[in-house]
């Protein structure tokens, strides 16, 4: 009954007749996962597609950006360091901007996002990625589209069209083959972390683009963010006392981007992104991720770029733009 209540809130108020009724346009409906019409909240749809991809940008360094602060720290470090200094940066703009505390009906999918986007999938990443290289942690963002567009159909009964599922799952083939080919194909105990990282992240994401329907997509990360903070902030008490800490630049640098790009700014855009486009839509422009991700594990980390990898990029591409054209 108050799902709209943002939209009702600023809508001006007309004086409606039985004979105005009668030949009044039928007013469209949106459903949870409909994107809305262009100019709708202020996010036409080619601005949702650049948020979306700009989100996609932030994530791919988040890979290189882990495996160059645990050069310096320990896995819980990590983790904790970047939730905390991602809260303090969140915290200060929700008190700048005297935000509202979200209603209550909001806070169960609030702590879905914490507990997959700001805990979940971090911790379980950095601590595959202590015996994981970066292509083989690939396979999961391989993965995570299709993950997140079937955990949007089932949480919102977004009904994708055929074409879109094929080109979604042929994407996912192109690219999961190519990170195992580059990995060795050889499954060890970081494909556990990486496995349970896919299935918390799609929740958060899905939770995270419903939510952005509702609020900005700054207030859904930055009030997720809140809600862990006694925890991340115990976590990293306790983590700095027991695990080696040696501040490298290198280390620094990566715990900054990965407080800052990947925890804060990379969700903002992405979820904003998805709120305006549809989650199923925005998810499958993170096929490009894991290509990304090797062009800056080659870059960053000194890594050779495989050869098929330029007939990986162009498949992957078409399958995005067969995706983004698709009717849901």
């Given at each position: 009954m108050r799902a709209n209540d943002s939209a009702i809130a600023s809508a001006p108020i007309a004086v409606s007749t039985p004979e105005a009724d009668r030949h009044a346009a039928p007013a469209p409906v949106l459903t949870p996962e409909a994107p809305a019409a262009p100019g709708a909240r202020g996010t036409p749809a080619g601005r949702g597609v650049l948020f979306a991809a700009l989100g996609v940008a932030a994530f791919s360094l988040t890979f290189p950006g882990t495996a160059w602060a645990l050069e310096g720290m320990g896995p819980w470090t990590v983790v904790m360091l970047r939730s905390v200094l991602a809260t303090v940066l969140a915290g200060g703009a929700l008190l700048a901007f005297r935000v509202r505390v979200p209603e209550r009906r909001h806070w169960a999918g609030i702590a879905v996002v914490a507990g997959g986007v700001v805990l979940g999938f971090p911790l379980l990443t950095t601590l595959a990625l202590e015996t994981s290289t970066t292509s083989h942690a690939a396979v999961v963002v391989g993965l995570l589209p299709l993950t997140t567009a079937a955990c949007s159909a089932l949480r919102t009964g977004a009904r994708p069209s055929r074409t879109f599922w094929i080109a979604s799952l042929v994407g996912a083939a192109v690219v999961i083959a190519f990170a195992v080919q580059q990995s060795g194909g050889a499954p060890g105990r970081g494909d556990l972390f990486l496995f349970l990282a896919l299935l918390v992240c799609a929740a958060g994401y899905t939770e995270g683009g419903r939510l952005a329907r509702h609020m900005p997509g700054w207030q859904v990360i930055g009030w997720a963010l809140v809600l862990t903070f006694p925890?991340?902030?115990?976590?990293?008490?306790?983590?700095?006392?027991?695990?080696?800490?040696?501040?490298?630049?290198?280390?620094?640098?990566?715990?900054?981007?990965?407080?800052?790009?990947?925890?804060?700014?990379?969700?903002?855009?992405?979820?904003?992104?998805?709120?305006?486009?549809?989650?199923?839509?925005?998810?499958?422009?993170?096929?490009?991720?894991?290509?990304?991700?090797?062009?800056?594990?080659?870059?960053?980390?000194?890594?050779?770029?495989?050869?098929?990898?330029?007939?990986?990029?162009?498949?992957?591409?078409?399958?995005?733009?067969?995706?983004?054209?698709?009717?849901?």
């Open positions: 925890l991340t902030a115990a976590g990293a008490a306790v983590a700095l006392s027991t695990e080696p800490l040696r501040l490298t630049a290198h280390a620094v640098a990566g715990l900054l981007w990965l407080a800052i790009g990947s925890q804060f700014v990379g969700i903002l855009v992405w979820y904003r992104g998805m709120a305006a486009i549809g989650i199923a839509r925005a998810s499958q422009l993170q096929l490009a991720q894991p290509l990304l991700t090797l062009v800056w594990s080659v870059l960053l980390l000194g890594e050779r770029l495989p050869p098929a990898a330029p007939a990986a990029a162009l498949a992957v591409l078409a399958c995005i733009a067969v995706t983004q054209r698709a009717r849901g």
